[in-house]
């Protein structure tokens, strides 16, 4: 029997597995995706927030501004792109001025320190290019973007080398409550775990409504939020993170800088009922150009590369719901992780894991390893960096990816290592062949020539993410292309 089973490998499962690793633990992630990050953590801003909008005394304001102070830190041990380039909450009307002070005083009893409101001339003094309605802003300093599936791969990667156990395409079916702890049917099988944690994010009512109590049950509305990303010609138009004042669906459209130097915009908020529904839409694309103009002079809708739409997982209860079932020994909700989920996922994993410590009552992991190196980049290597990755490995002087300058090295190093890609959007994620100004349009064949060459197998096989998003079709004998089995 497994001692912890975690359900979700999205940035607050993979956050408890490392916290976890630190024990002496048999422990199993369930994914029921190809990958790490392929929920709602790989489609969002990439905003550590400050930890001012939060309500006092909430979970999220607790976890908020812990995560946000321990993001640097675990950032230089796990080798993950952040930088701290501050926040803007704008304000657009004077009359609403009161609203700034007020969120001021929400962050001050929140524990956020540095914040300041400026009026309209120190608002254009650090950002020139706000628009023409900004009247004031609330400066916090604390604000910081980080890489979202750079922080939750890495994250995986380390839990990974302390011997936590991943099990990609591994879908809960049902769970059942035995002596001594519980049973995870999947369709790759049965689990047994003493101790089970729901971090399944927008799926993570279904998981608790399996062991609860009937009134006990809650609810998981997909909240979804689409984004434009733009090219790095534009990526400095904004230095800082700008938000516009909240309102009861969320912090509205914000404008950042992302750290690999693009920009980006967005996202909507709109509760649907499809947990699969990532698609954008015309209308929700035309209002996030619209709201930005508020917040910038010219939106570079020329600039635009992709867009994209996440689903951030908006619970009954409003806040996070994260603590020990009702009824349910030893199992543990993660659930309801909206933001500031992200910027809270250090903290959530160190929370979680003491209360699972608390419960199983683990021995110290004494040969835990901290330290994570990341793959390195070509695109930011100095010349004599560049030189020695050329002569330790060729493959590194093999550009694949024109638009990021990511060479085959990069790639193979991504698929090779701990938790290896094996998708092709898995190699995006990892080294960003893909992300560029093309989206793919020049890489992806090479890129699936290299996934195919490293896994063995036919590159008719090779995937885009889920099953089924193939790139090719296998030959028949007879010469005639045939659709792979089951599509």
Do not use: W
Not at 14 to 19: D, K, P
């Amino acid at each position: 029997m497994l001692d912890v089973v975690i359900i979700g490998a999205g940035v607050s499962g993979c956050a408890v597995a490392r916290e976890l690793s630190r024990k002496k633990l048999n422990i199993a992630v369930l994914e029921k995706n190809a990958d790490v990050c392929e929920g709602t953590s790989k489609a969002n801003s990439g905003i550590v927030h400050a930890g001012f909008d939060a309500k006092p005394g909430t979970l999220k304001a607790k976890l908020n501004v812990k995560g946000s102070r321990m993001m640097k830190q675990l950032s230089e041990e796990l080798d993950f792109p952040y930088k701290q380039n501050g926040s803007l909450v704008l304000c657009f009307d004077d009359k609403d001025k009161d609203k700034l002070e007020e969120l001021k005083e929400r962050g001050i009893e929140n524990g956020v320190g540095e914040l300041e409101i400026l009026d309209r001339e120190k608002v254009l003094a650090i950002e020139p290019a706000v628009g023409e309605k900004v009247a004031a802003a609330l400066h916090a300093p604390m604000g910081a973007i980080v890489c979202p599936f750079g922080l939750t791969i890495a994250l995986a990667e380390n839990a990974a080398v302390n011997g936590v156990d991943f099990h990609f395409k591994t879908k809960v079916k049902e769970i059942h409550k035995k002596d001594g702890g519980y049973e995870i049917l999947t369709n790759q099988g049965s689990f047994q775990a003493r101790s089970v944690i729901n971090a399944a994010g927008v799926y993570a009512d279904e998981i608790h409504n399996m062991v609860c109590d009937e009134e006990d049950k809650f609810q998981i509305t997909p909240r979804k939020g689409e984004y434009l990303l733009y090219d790095k010609k534009v990526g400095n138009l904004v230095s800082h993170t700008l938000f516009q004042l909240p309102t009861a669906l969320g912090k509205g459209i914000l404008v950042t800088p992302t750290v690999h130097g693009n920009l980006l915009t967005g996202p909507t908020a709109e509760d649907i009922p499809d947990k699969e529904g990532v698609n954008t839409t015309a209308e929700g694309l035309d209002t996030v150009l619209e709201k930005a103009a508020l917040s910038i002079l010219q939106v570079p809708s020329r600039q635009v590369i992709t867009s994209f739409a996440g689903l951030r997982a908006h619970s009954s209860k409003g806040d996070f719901i994260i603590g020990e079932v009702k009824g349910a020994p030893g199992f543990f909700d993660v659930a309801g992780m909206e933001s500031p989920g992200l910027s809270c996922a250090p903290a959530v994993g160190e929370y979680v894991a003491q209360m699972v410590n608390n419960y199983l009552q683990p021995e110290e992991n004494g040969d835990f390893i901290a330290v994570r190196k990341g793959i390195p980049s070509m695109a930011l290597a100095g010349d004599e960096e560049r030189h020695r990755l050329i002569q330790e490995n060729p493959a590194y002087a093999n550009v694949i990816c024109r638009c990021e300058m990511v060479t085959e090295g990069e790639i193979l190093d991504a698929i090779r290592r701990p938790l290896g890609a094996t998708t092709t959007d898995g190699v995006k994620r990892r080294v960003r062949a893909g992300m560029g100004r093309c989206q793919a349009g020049f890489c992806s064949p090479k890129v699936v020539e290299i996934l195919s060459r490293e896994l063995g197998i036919d590159e008719s096989q090779v995937i885009k993410a889920e099953e089924g998003s193939y790139y090719l079709l296998p030959e028949n004998p007879s010469g005639e292309n045939i659709l792979p089995e089951g599509i």
